[in-house]
Each structure stands twice: as C-alpha cells, then as structure tokens.
C-alpha cells in the first residue's frame, strides 16, 4: 500500500512530533494534561478532557494488557516497508499509565486477550518501533 | 404545512472489476438511470449529493452539469467512506422537508477495483503515524482488530462469522448484480487461508467499479411518479466521544466491541416512533463480517452475544438481501441504500422478502456511521 507521505509528514512536525522523537530516544512519551493529567494517543492541541491548552512531555512505561490484536498475512494491508514483517502480529495495548497504543508483536508469537505484555524498542530502516512481547504478570 | 420527503427511484450501472469507463460516466449513467426510474426529468433536479475517499470519486457540481441540471440548489461533497450514504440521504430529505430543495439525487461511484481500492489506501491524518510506522496499515486491518475484541467479549467466534457468510453468499448466488457467484459452502470457508485474522477472503467485501443512485422527492410529488414512495422515517448519524483524527484512526475509542449503531438507536427508533421488532427488513453495513454482527447487536434486533444464532435461527427479519457489499460489490454502501428501497418498493426479484413494509439500513463500520428508517407508504 502507498505511504501517506505528506500528511504524515505534517503531523510529524506539529503536535505528534514528540511521540516519533521520543521514540528516537527510547522512551515512549505522551502528552499530558497540567491540569487534569488526562493523556491519550494521537495528541490533540488541546486537552479534550478539560480544554485546558497546557499539555506537557510525560515519558510512560511500556507495560500494559492486551486489548485486541490481528495477524495480517497479506502484502497490500501493510504499508510497502513492512512487507518483510509479514505475517505481522499487531497488538492494540492498554498500557499502565492509562493510554491506549498499537504496536508489533514479537516475530512469531500469538498473543491473548488480557495478556500481560511490555515494549521493547527495535530499530528498523532508520525508524524506531515498538515490539511488544509477554512479561510476567 | 409540513413536506415529508420520499426515495422515489433508484439506478445503478452494472458492478464489475474494470469499467473501461471514467467516474463522471458511472455518476452520470447511474444518476440518469434513477431519475428515468423514478419517472422524472434531470430539469426536475435541484440537488446532488455524493461522497468520496482521498479523492476516489467525482464532484457533485461535474454530475450536476453533466445531467442537465438546470440550477442546482444544493450541491453536497463529503469526504466520507461508507459511514456517508444513510447521513447524505437523510441531510437531503430534512433538506427537501424544509423546502430548501425539491428533488435529489444522491450517488456514489467509483472504479473501486481498477483505480483507487480502498484495501490498499492509507488515511492521512494525525493518526497516521501511530498505524503506518509499524506496518498496521488497510481497513480490514482495522475492522479485524475490533472483530477480535467483539467475539471475544460476547462469547462468540468463527462459527458466528460463517454463519453472516453462509447466509448472505446464498443471497448472492440469486442476485444478477451480485459481482460474487455466492454458495459458499462451509468447508469452503474453513478450508480458506486468514487474510487477516480473525477474517478470511469471504469476510471481506469485494471491491468493484460501479455507481449507483436514489432520488428523493416530496412524498406529494412522489404518490404521482412510478413506483410506491418510500419514505424517510428517521435518520441519525453518531460520532461519539473521542471517534479519533482519521478514518482509520480508533486509538482513543473506548470500546471496540460497539460501533455508532449502539449510539444512534435511541435517536433512531425514537424518531420513526418505531421498535426493531416492527422492522421487516434490515440491510446492514458490511464491508466485513463482523460488522453484521455488532449491527444487529447495537441496533437491539437481539441480545448482546446472540448475533450469529439469530443469523442461523433465520427468524422473521430478513438480513442484507442481496448479499451484502460482501457478496454483490462494495460501493461503500450505497448500494445497501438502494437495496432497501427496492424491497420495500416490491421489486427485488427473487430475493424479494414477503413483509416489506418498513426496513433499517446502516452505513459505517467503526466509530462514526449513519442510519435510516425507511417505510413503504
Ligand atoms: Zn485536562
């Protein structure tokens, strides 16, 4: 499938900047709210729990439970630079500090629902993923 | 004096895998072929309205000119999937209603196959690079995620999405717009590799080129025209609480188990003055199996968990006659639009329902989507 280069691109500058920098370095970060600590994925401008404009840097853990998950077998429901992945376990976690994130599943497992897992971070073609795999409850 | 706006005609071109054709032409021959159908001229034509995604499709203004509109009153574009066919047929009938416009087409085309398949489409926006970075790309990918979550917190599974296939592919295999041959058998199911799982090749719609059309009126003006008006009960459209920055954007959606559907039923079936168990005829959006299932479950046509057993129960509601966009081609749902007027109008050949009275059509999967109530006069 096409890379949506532009708008990517733009969000990447602007408000979500953080969250690919962030990454860069290691660290999974997420906008907080000063005022009510409200935090979710993508960053919206302004705090949609409280309308407060204050949003700070707030570097998270990378543990959390299994909310749902899929294995895509096919090429064209990838995007072109992930077709090496396949089949590609993506998981959609509820992590501990409260945001819900996607991310990859390590190579070759499967996981379950309410599975207790933690990120690890991979580099892969000059970018910065994050691949969850099953920790200790 | 208060107008009640009616679906009056519909048109369609023929679904295939490579028209040959430009949009403009599948808009226009499908609009034309609506209006003819409705037994109306183009200069009785004061409205069009039509949906697109990241550009796949062809203004409203270039139908509007193409027809021989002589002054359009309204001309609406939105930048919508499948969430938008009940939304604009319901926006255009409150428009008729209040007397902004007399008579509407709405459409969608596209070449859904040959050009711009939304299977392979990326959704700009700031979701993006939350999806793309890591490979998690393509709708079905999406629909996939909630699918898994929605069997696993109703108790249900496999059993239940074939039971959506078993019946809407034998639908199909008596429907001659149908782009899918149907009777698919159930070790033809199983036996088929996961495309992404949950779903496999027949969870998932087949894309095709095409275009098809419904034309509103008065319901005055409609009692004088060619077929029995059908008319426009309710409409509702939701977008709850946090339904994200793009279409394929669900980070912050809360619950993966319950789309819009859950959201607008109150609103809907208030409206009408109706309850799903006054509904003769339900055409559910279904761009995949799952979403079927979380339909009759929101819309309250049986309990929480009971989906596939009310599928394969076969009670009184007849279900996506036609196949479904699964099996008769995926015009992002209008085509669900014009299949429920064609049921309540008496004329679905033989997929007929025998109660045709009153039907409820959806339109959207995920988080946003629309609704109608329609009811044969
Ligand atoms: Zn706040």
Known sequence: ?137 | MTRTAAICGVGYTPFTRDSGASVLRLAVEACDAAVADAGLDPADVDGVATFSLNSDSTPAVAVASSLGVTESKVLLDVQMGGQAPCYLTGLVARLIECGEIETAVVYRAMNGRSESRVGGMAFPGEGALYRYPIGYGGYASYVAMWATRFLHETGQGPDDLWSVVERQSAAAATNPRAIRPGGVTRDGYFDSPFVVEPFRKWDCTAEVDGACAVVLTTLERARDLRWQPVVVKASAYSAHSQSGTDIGDHLAWSDYSRNYTSWLRDRLFGAAGLTPADIDVAEIYDCFTSTVLIGLEGLGFCGRGESGAFLREGGPLAVNTHGGLLYEGYLHGMNTVTEAVLQLQGRAGANQCAAHATAVVTSGALMDGSALILASE
């Open chain 1, 1 to 137: 499938m096409p890379e949506p280069t532009e708008p990517t691109a733009a969000a990447r500058r602007f408000e979500n900047a953080y969250f690919a920098d962030g990454l860069a370095q290691h660290r999974l970060v997420v906008k907080r709210c000063t005022a009510c600590e409200h935090a979710q994925f993508p960053a919206l401008p302004r705090c949609p729990a409280c309308g407060s404009w204050e949003l700070r840097d707030d570097e998270i853990r990378t543990s959390g439970d299994v909310y749902s998950w899929i294995r895509i077998n096919r090429e064209e429901l990838v995007t072109d630079d992930a077709a090496d992945l396949l089949p590609l376990v993506v998981v959609t976690v509820d992590l501990d500090d409260g945001v819900r994130l996607f991310g990859r599943y390590a190579p070759g497992g499967t996981p379950a629902i309410g599975e207790r897992v933690a990120g690890t971070f991979v580099e892969r073609r000059g970018a910065t993923d994050l691949v969850f795999e099953r920790a200790a409850r």
